[in-house]
């Protein structure tokens, strides 16, 4: 079998069909097409697939653009016509959540629900993340500091260290999360100190990755001209004044340098899982 070239670009169609909305496989697609740099995936998402006739539409739109099948199906018949009409046309399929299911059916000895989207059921948790995300929106950019004091987590941190989009992945993990920026010349709100249950959090940056996107977003914003907000030399400070600062209160420093929201994240909710007593992990689990 020839050998394909690694620096040729490679495009080819995926089908995600499910029967609830899809969001499962779409990050389960993303997640693994990203181990294949020169591989661009066509997507085409087949959501809330629930009916005989909304399958027929799906599969039209298969054959007419093969590629590779990846489905979440919890009706048997719809599976079964799905996999007959792919294998005829040798069309490749795969269950993406069979193998996880199978483990955890043998493991509990437990039956599977037939519940179609059962994840998604208006749970307590549902309505935990949905608490979580309004008191993100309250307490976003130290905006009412003394509301704080009910957080899980309180992020600090200079300009620009993703501190706002964080907050919000971790409220949409059920962490209540608020943040504060640090201003140069003004010092963080006496009232922290006060706090027993929030875990704070010290968000730094390398200083040159700090200045590119302040001039991203002043650009953006279409303002030219330098300004100590992306002066190398003032962002050094910031930069340093601020770690020393989290040193001397003992808060738990995390560098997001070039790191995703999520590897940011998923670092902060282990620092914060390790810190608070077994007991009280066991009362309130995120999922």
Avoid: W
């Avoid at 040729?8 to 740099?37: C, N, P």
């Avoid at 955890?104 to 935990?128: I, K």
């Avoid at 620009?160 to 709100?189: D, E, F």
């Avoid at 100190?193 to 390398?206: N, Y």
């Amino acid at each position: 079998m020839p050998t394909r070239n690694p620096n040729i670009a490679i495009y080819f169609h995926v089908h995600l069909v499910s029967d609830s909305t899809g969001e499962t496989l779409v990050a389960m697609m993303k997640a693994s097409t990203a181990q294949f740099r020169s591989a661009t995936a066509l997507e085409h998402l087949h959501a809330l697939v629930r009916s005989e006739a909304q399958l027929e539409q799906s599969l039209e739109t298969i054959e007419a653009k093969p590629g590779v099948v990846l489905y979440t199906l919890v009706n048997p018949e719809r599976r079964k016509r799905l996999e007959d009409f792919c294998r005829a046309r040798n069309i490749p399929t795969v269950s993406i959540l069979d193998p996880t299911l199978s483990v955890l059916g043998r493991y509990l000895g437990a039956a599977m629900t037939d519940e179609v989207g059962a994840q998604r059921n208006l749970d307590d948790a549902y309505y935990s993340r949905i608490e979580a995300l309004d008191f993100a929106m309250v307490h976003d950019d130290g905006q009412a500091v003394s509301g704080l004091v009910d957080a899980d987590i309180i992020l600090l941190g200079i300009s620009r260290t993703s501190k706002t989009p964080t907050s919000i992945y971790l409220a949409n993990r059920g962490y209540k999360t608020g943040n504060i920026p640090l201003v140069p010349g003004s010092p963080l709100p006496a009232i922290l100190d006060t706090f027993e249950k929030p875990f704070i959090i010290g968000l730094v940056a390398a200083p040159d990755r700090i200045v590119q996107i302040r001039q991203q977003r002043l650009m953006g914003l279409r303002q030219d001209g330098q300004t100590d907000y992306i002066d190398q030399d003032r962002v050094r400070d910031e930069v340093r004044d601020a770690k020393r600062m989290f040193v001397r209160k003992g808060y738990k420093v995390i560098d997001v340098t070039r790191k995703s929201i999520e590897e940011t994240s998923a670092q902060i909710i282990n620092a914060y899982n390790k810190a608070r007593p077994i007991e009280e992990r066991r009362k309130g689990m995120r999922l």
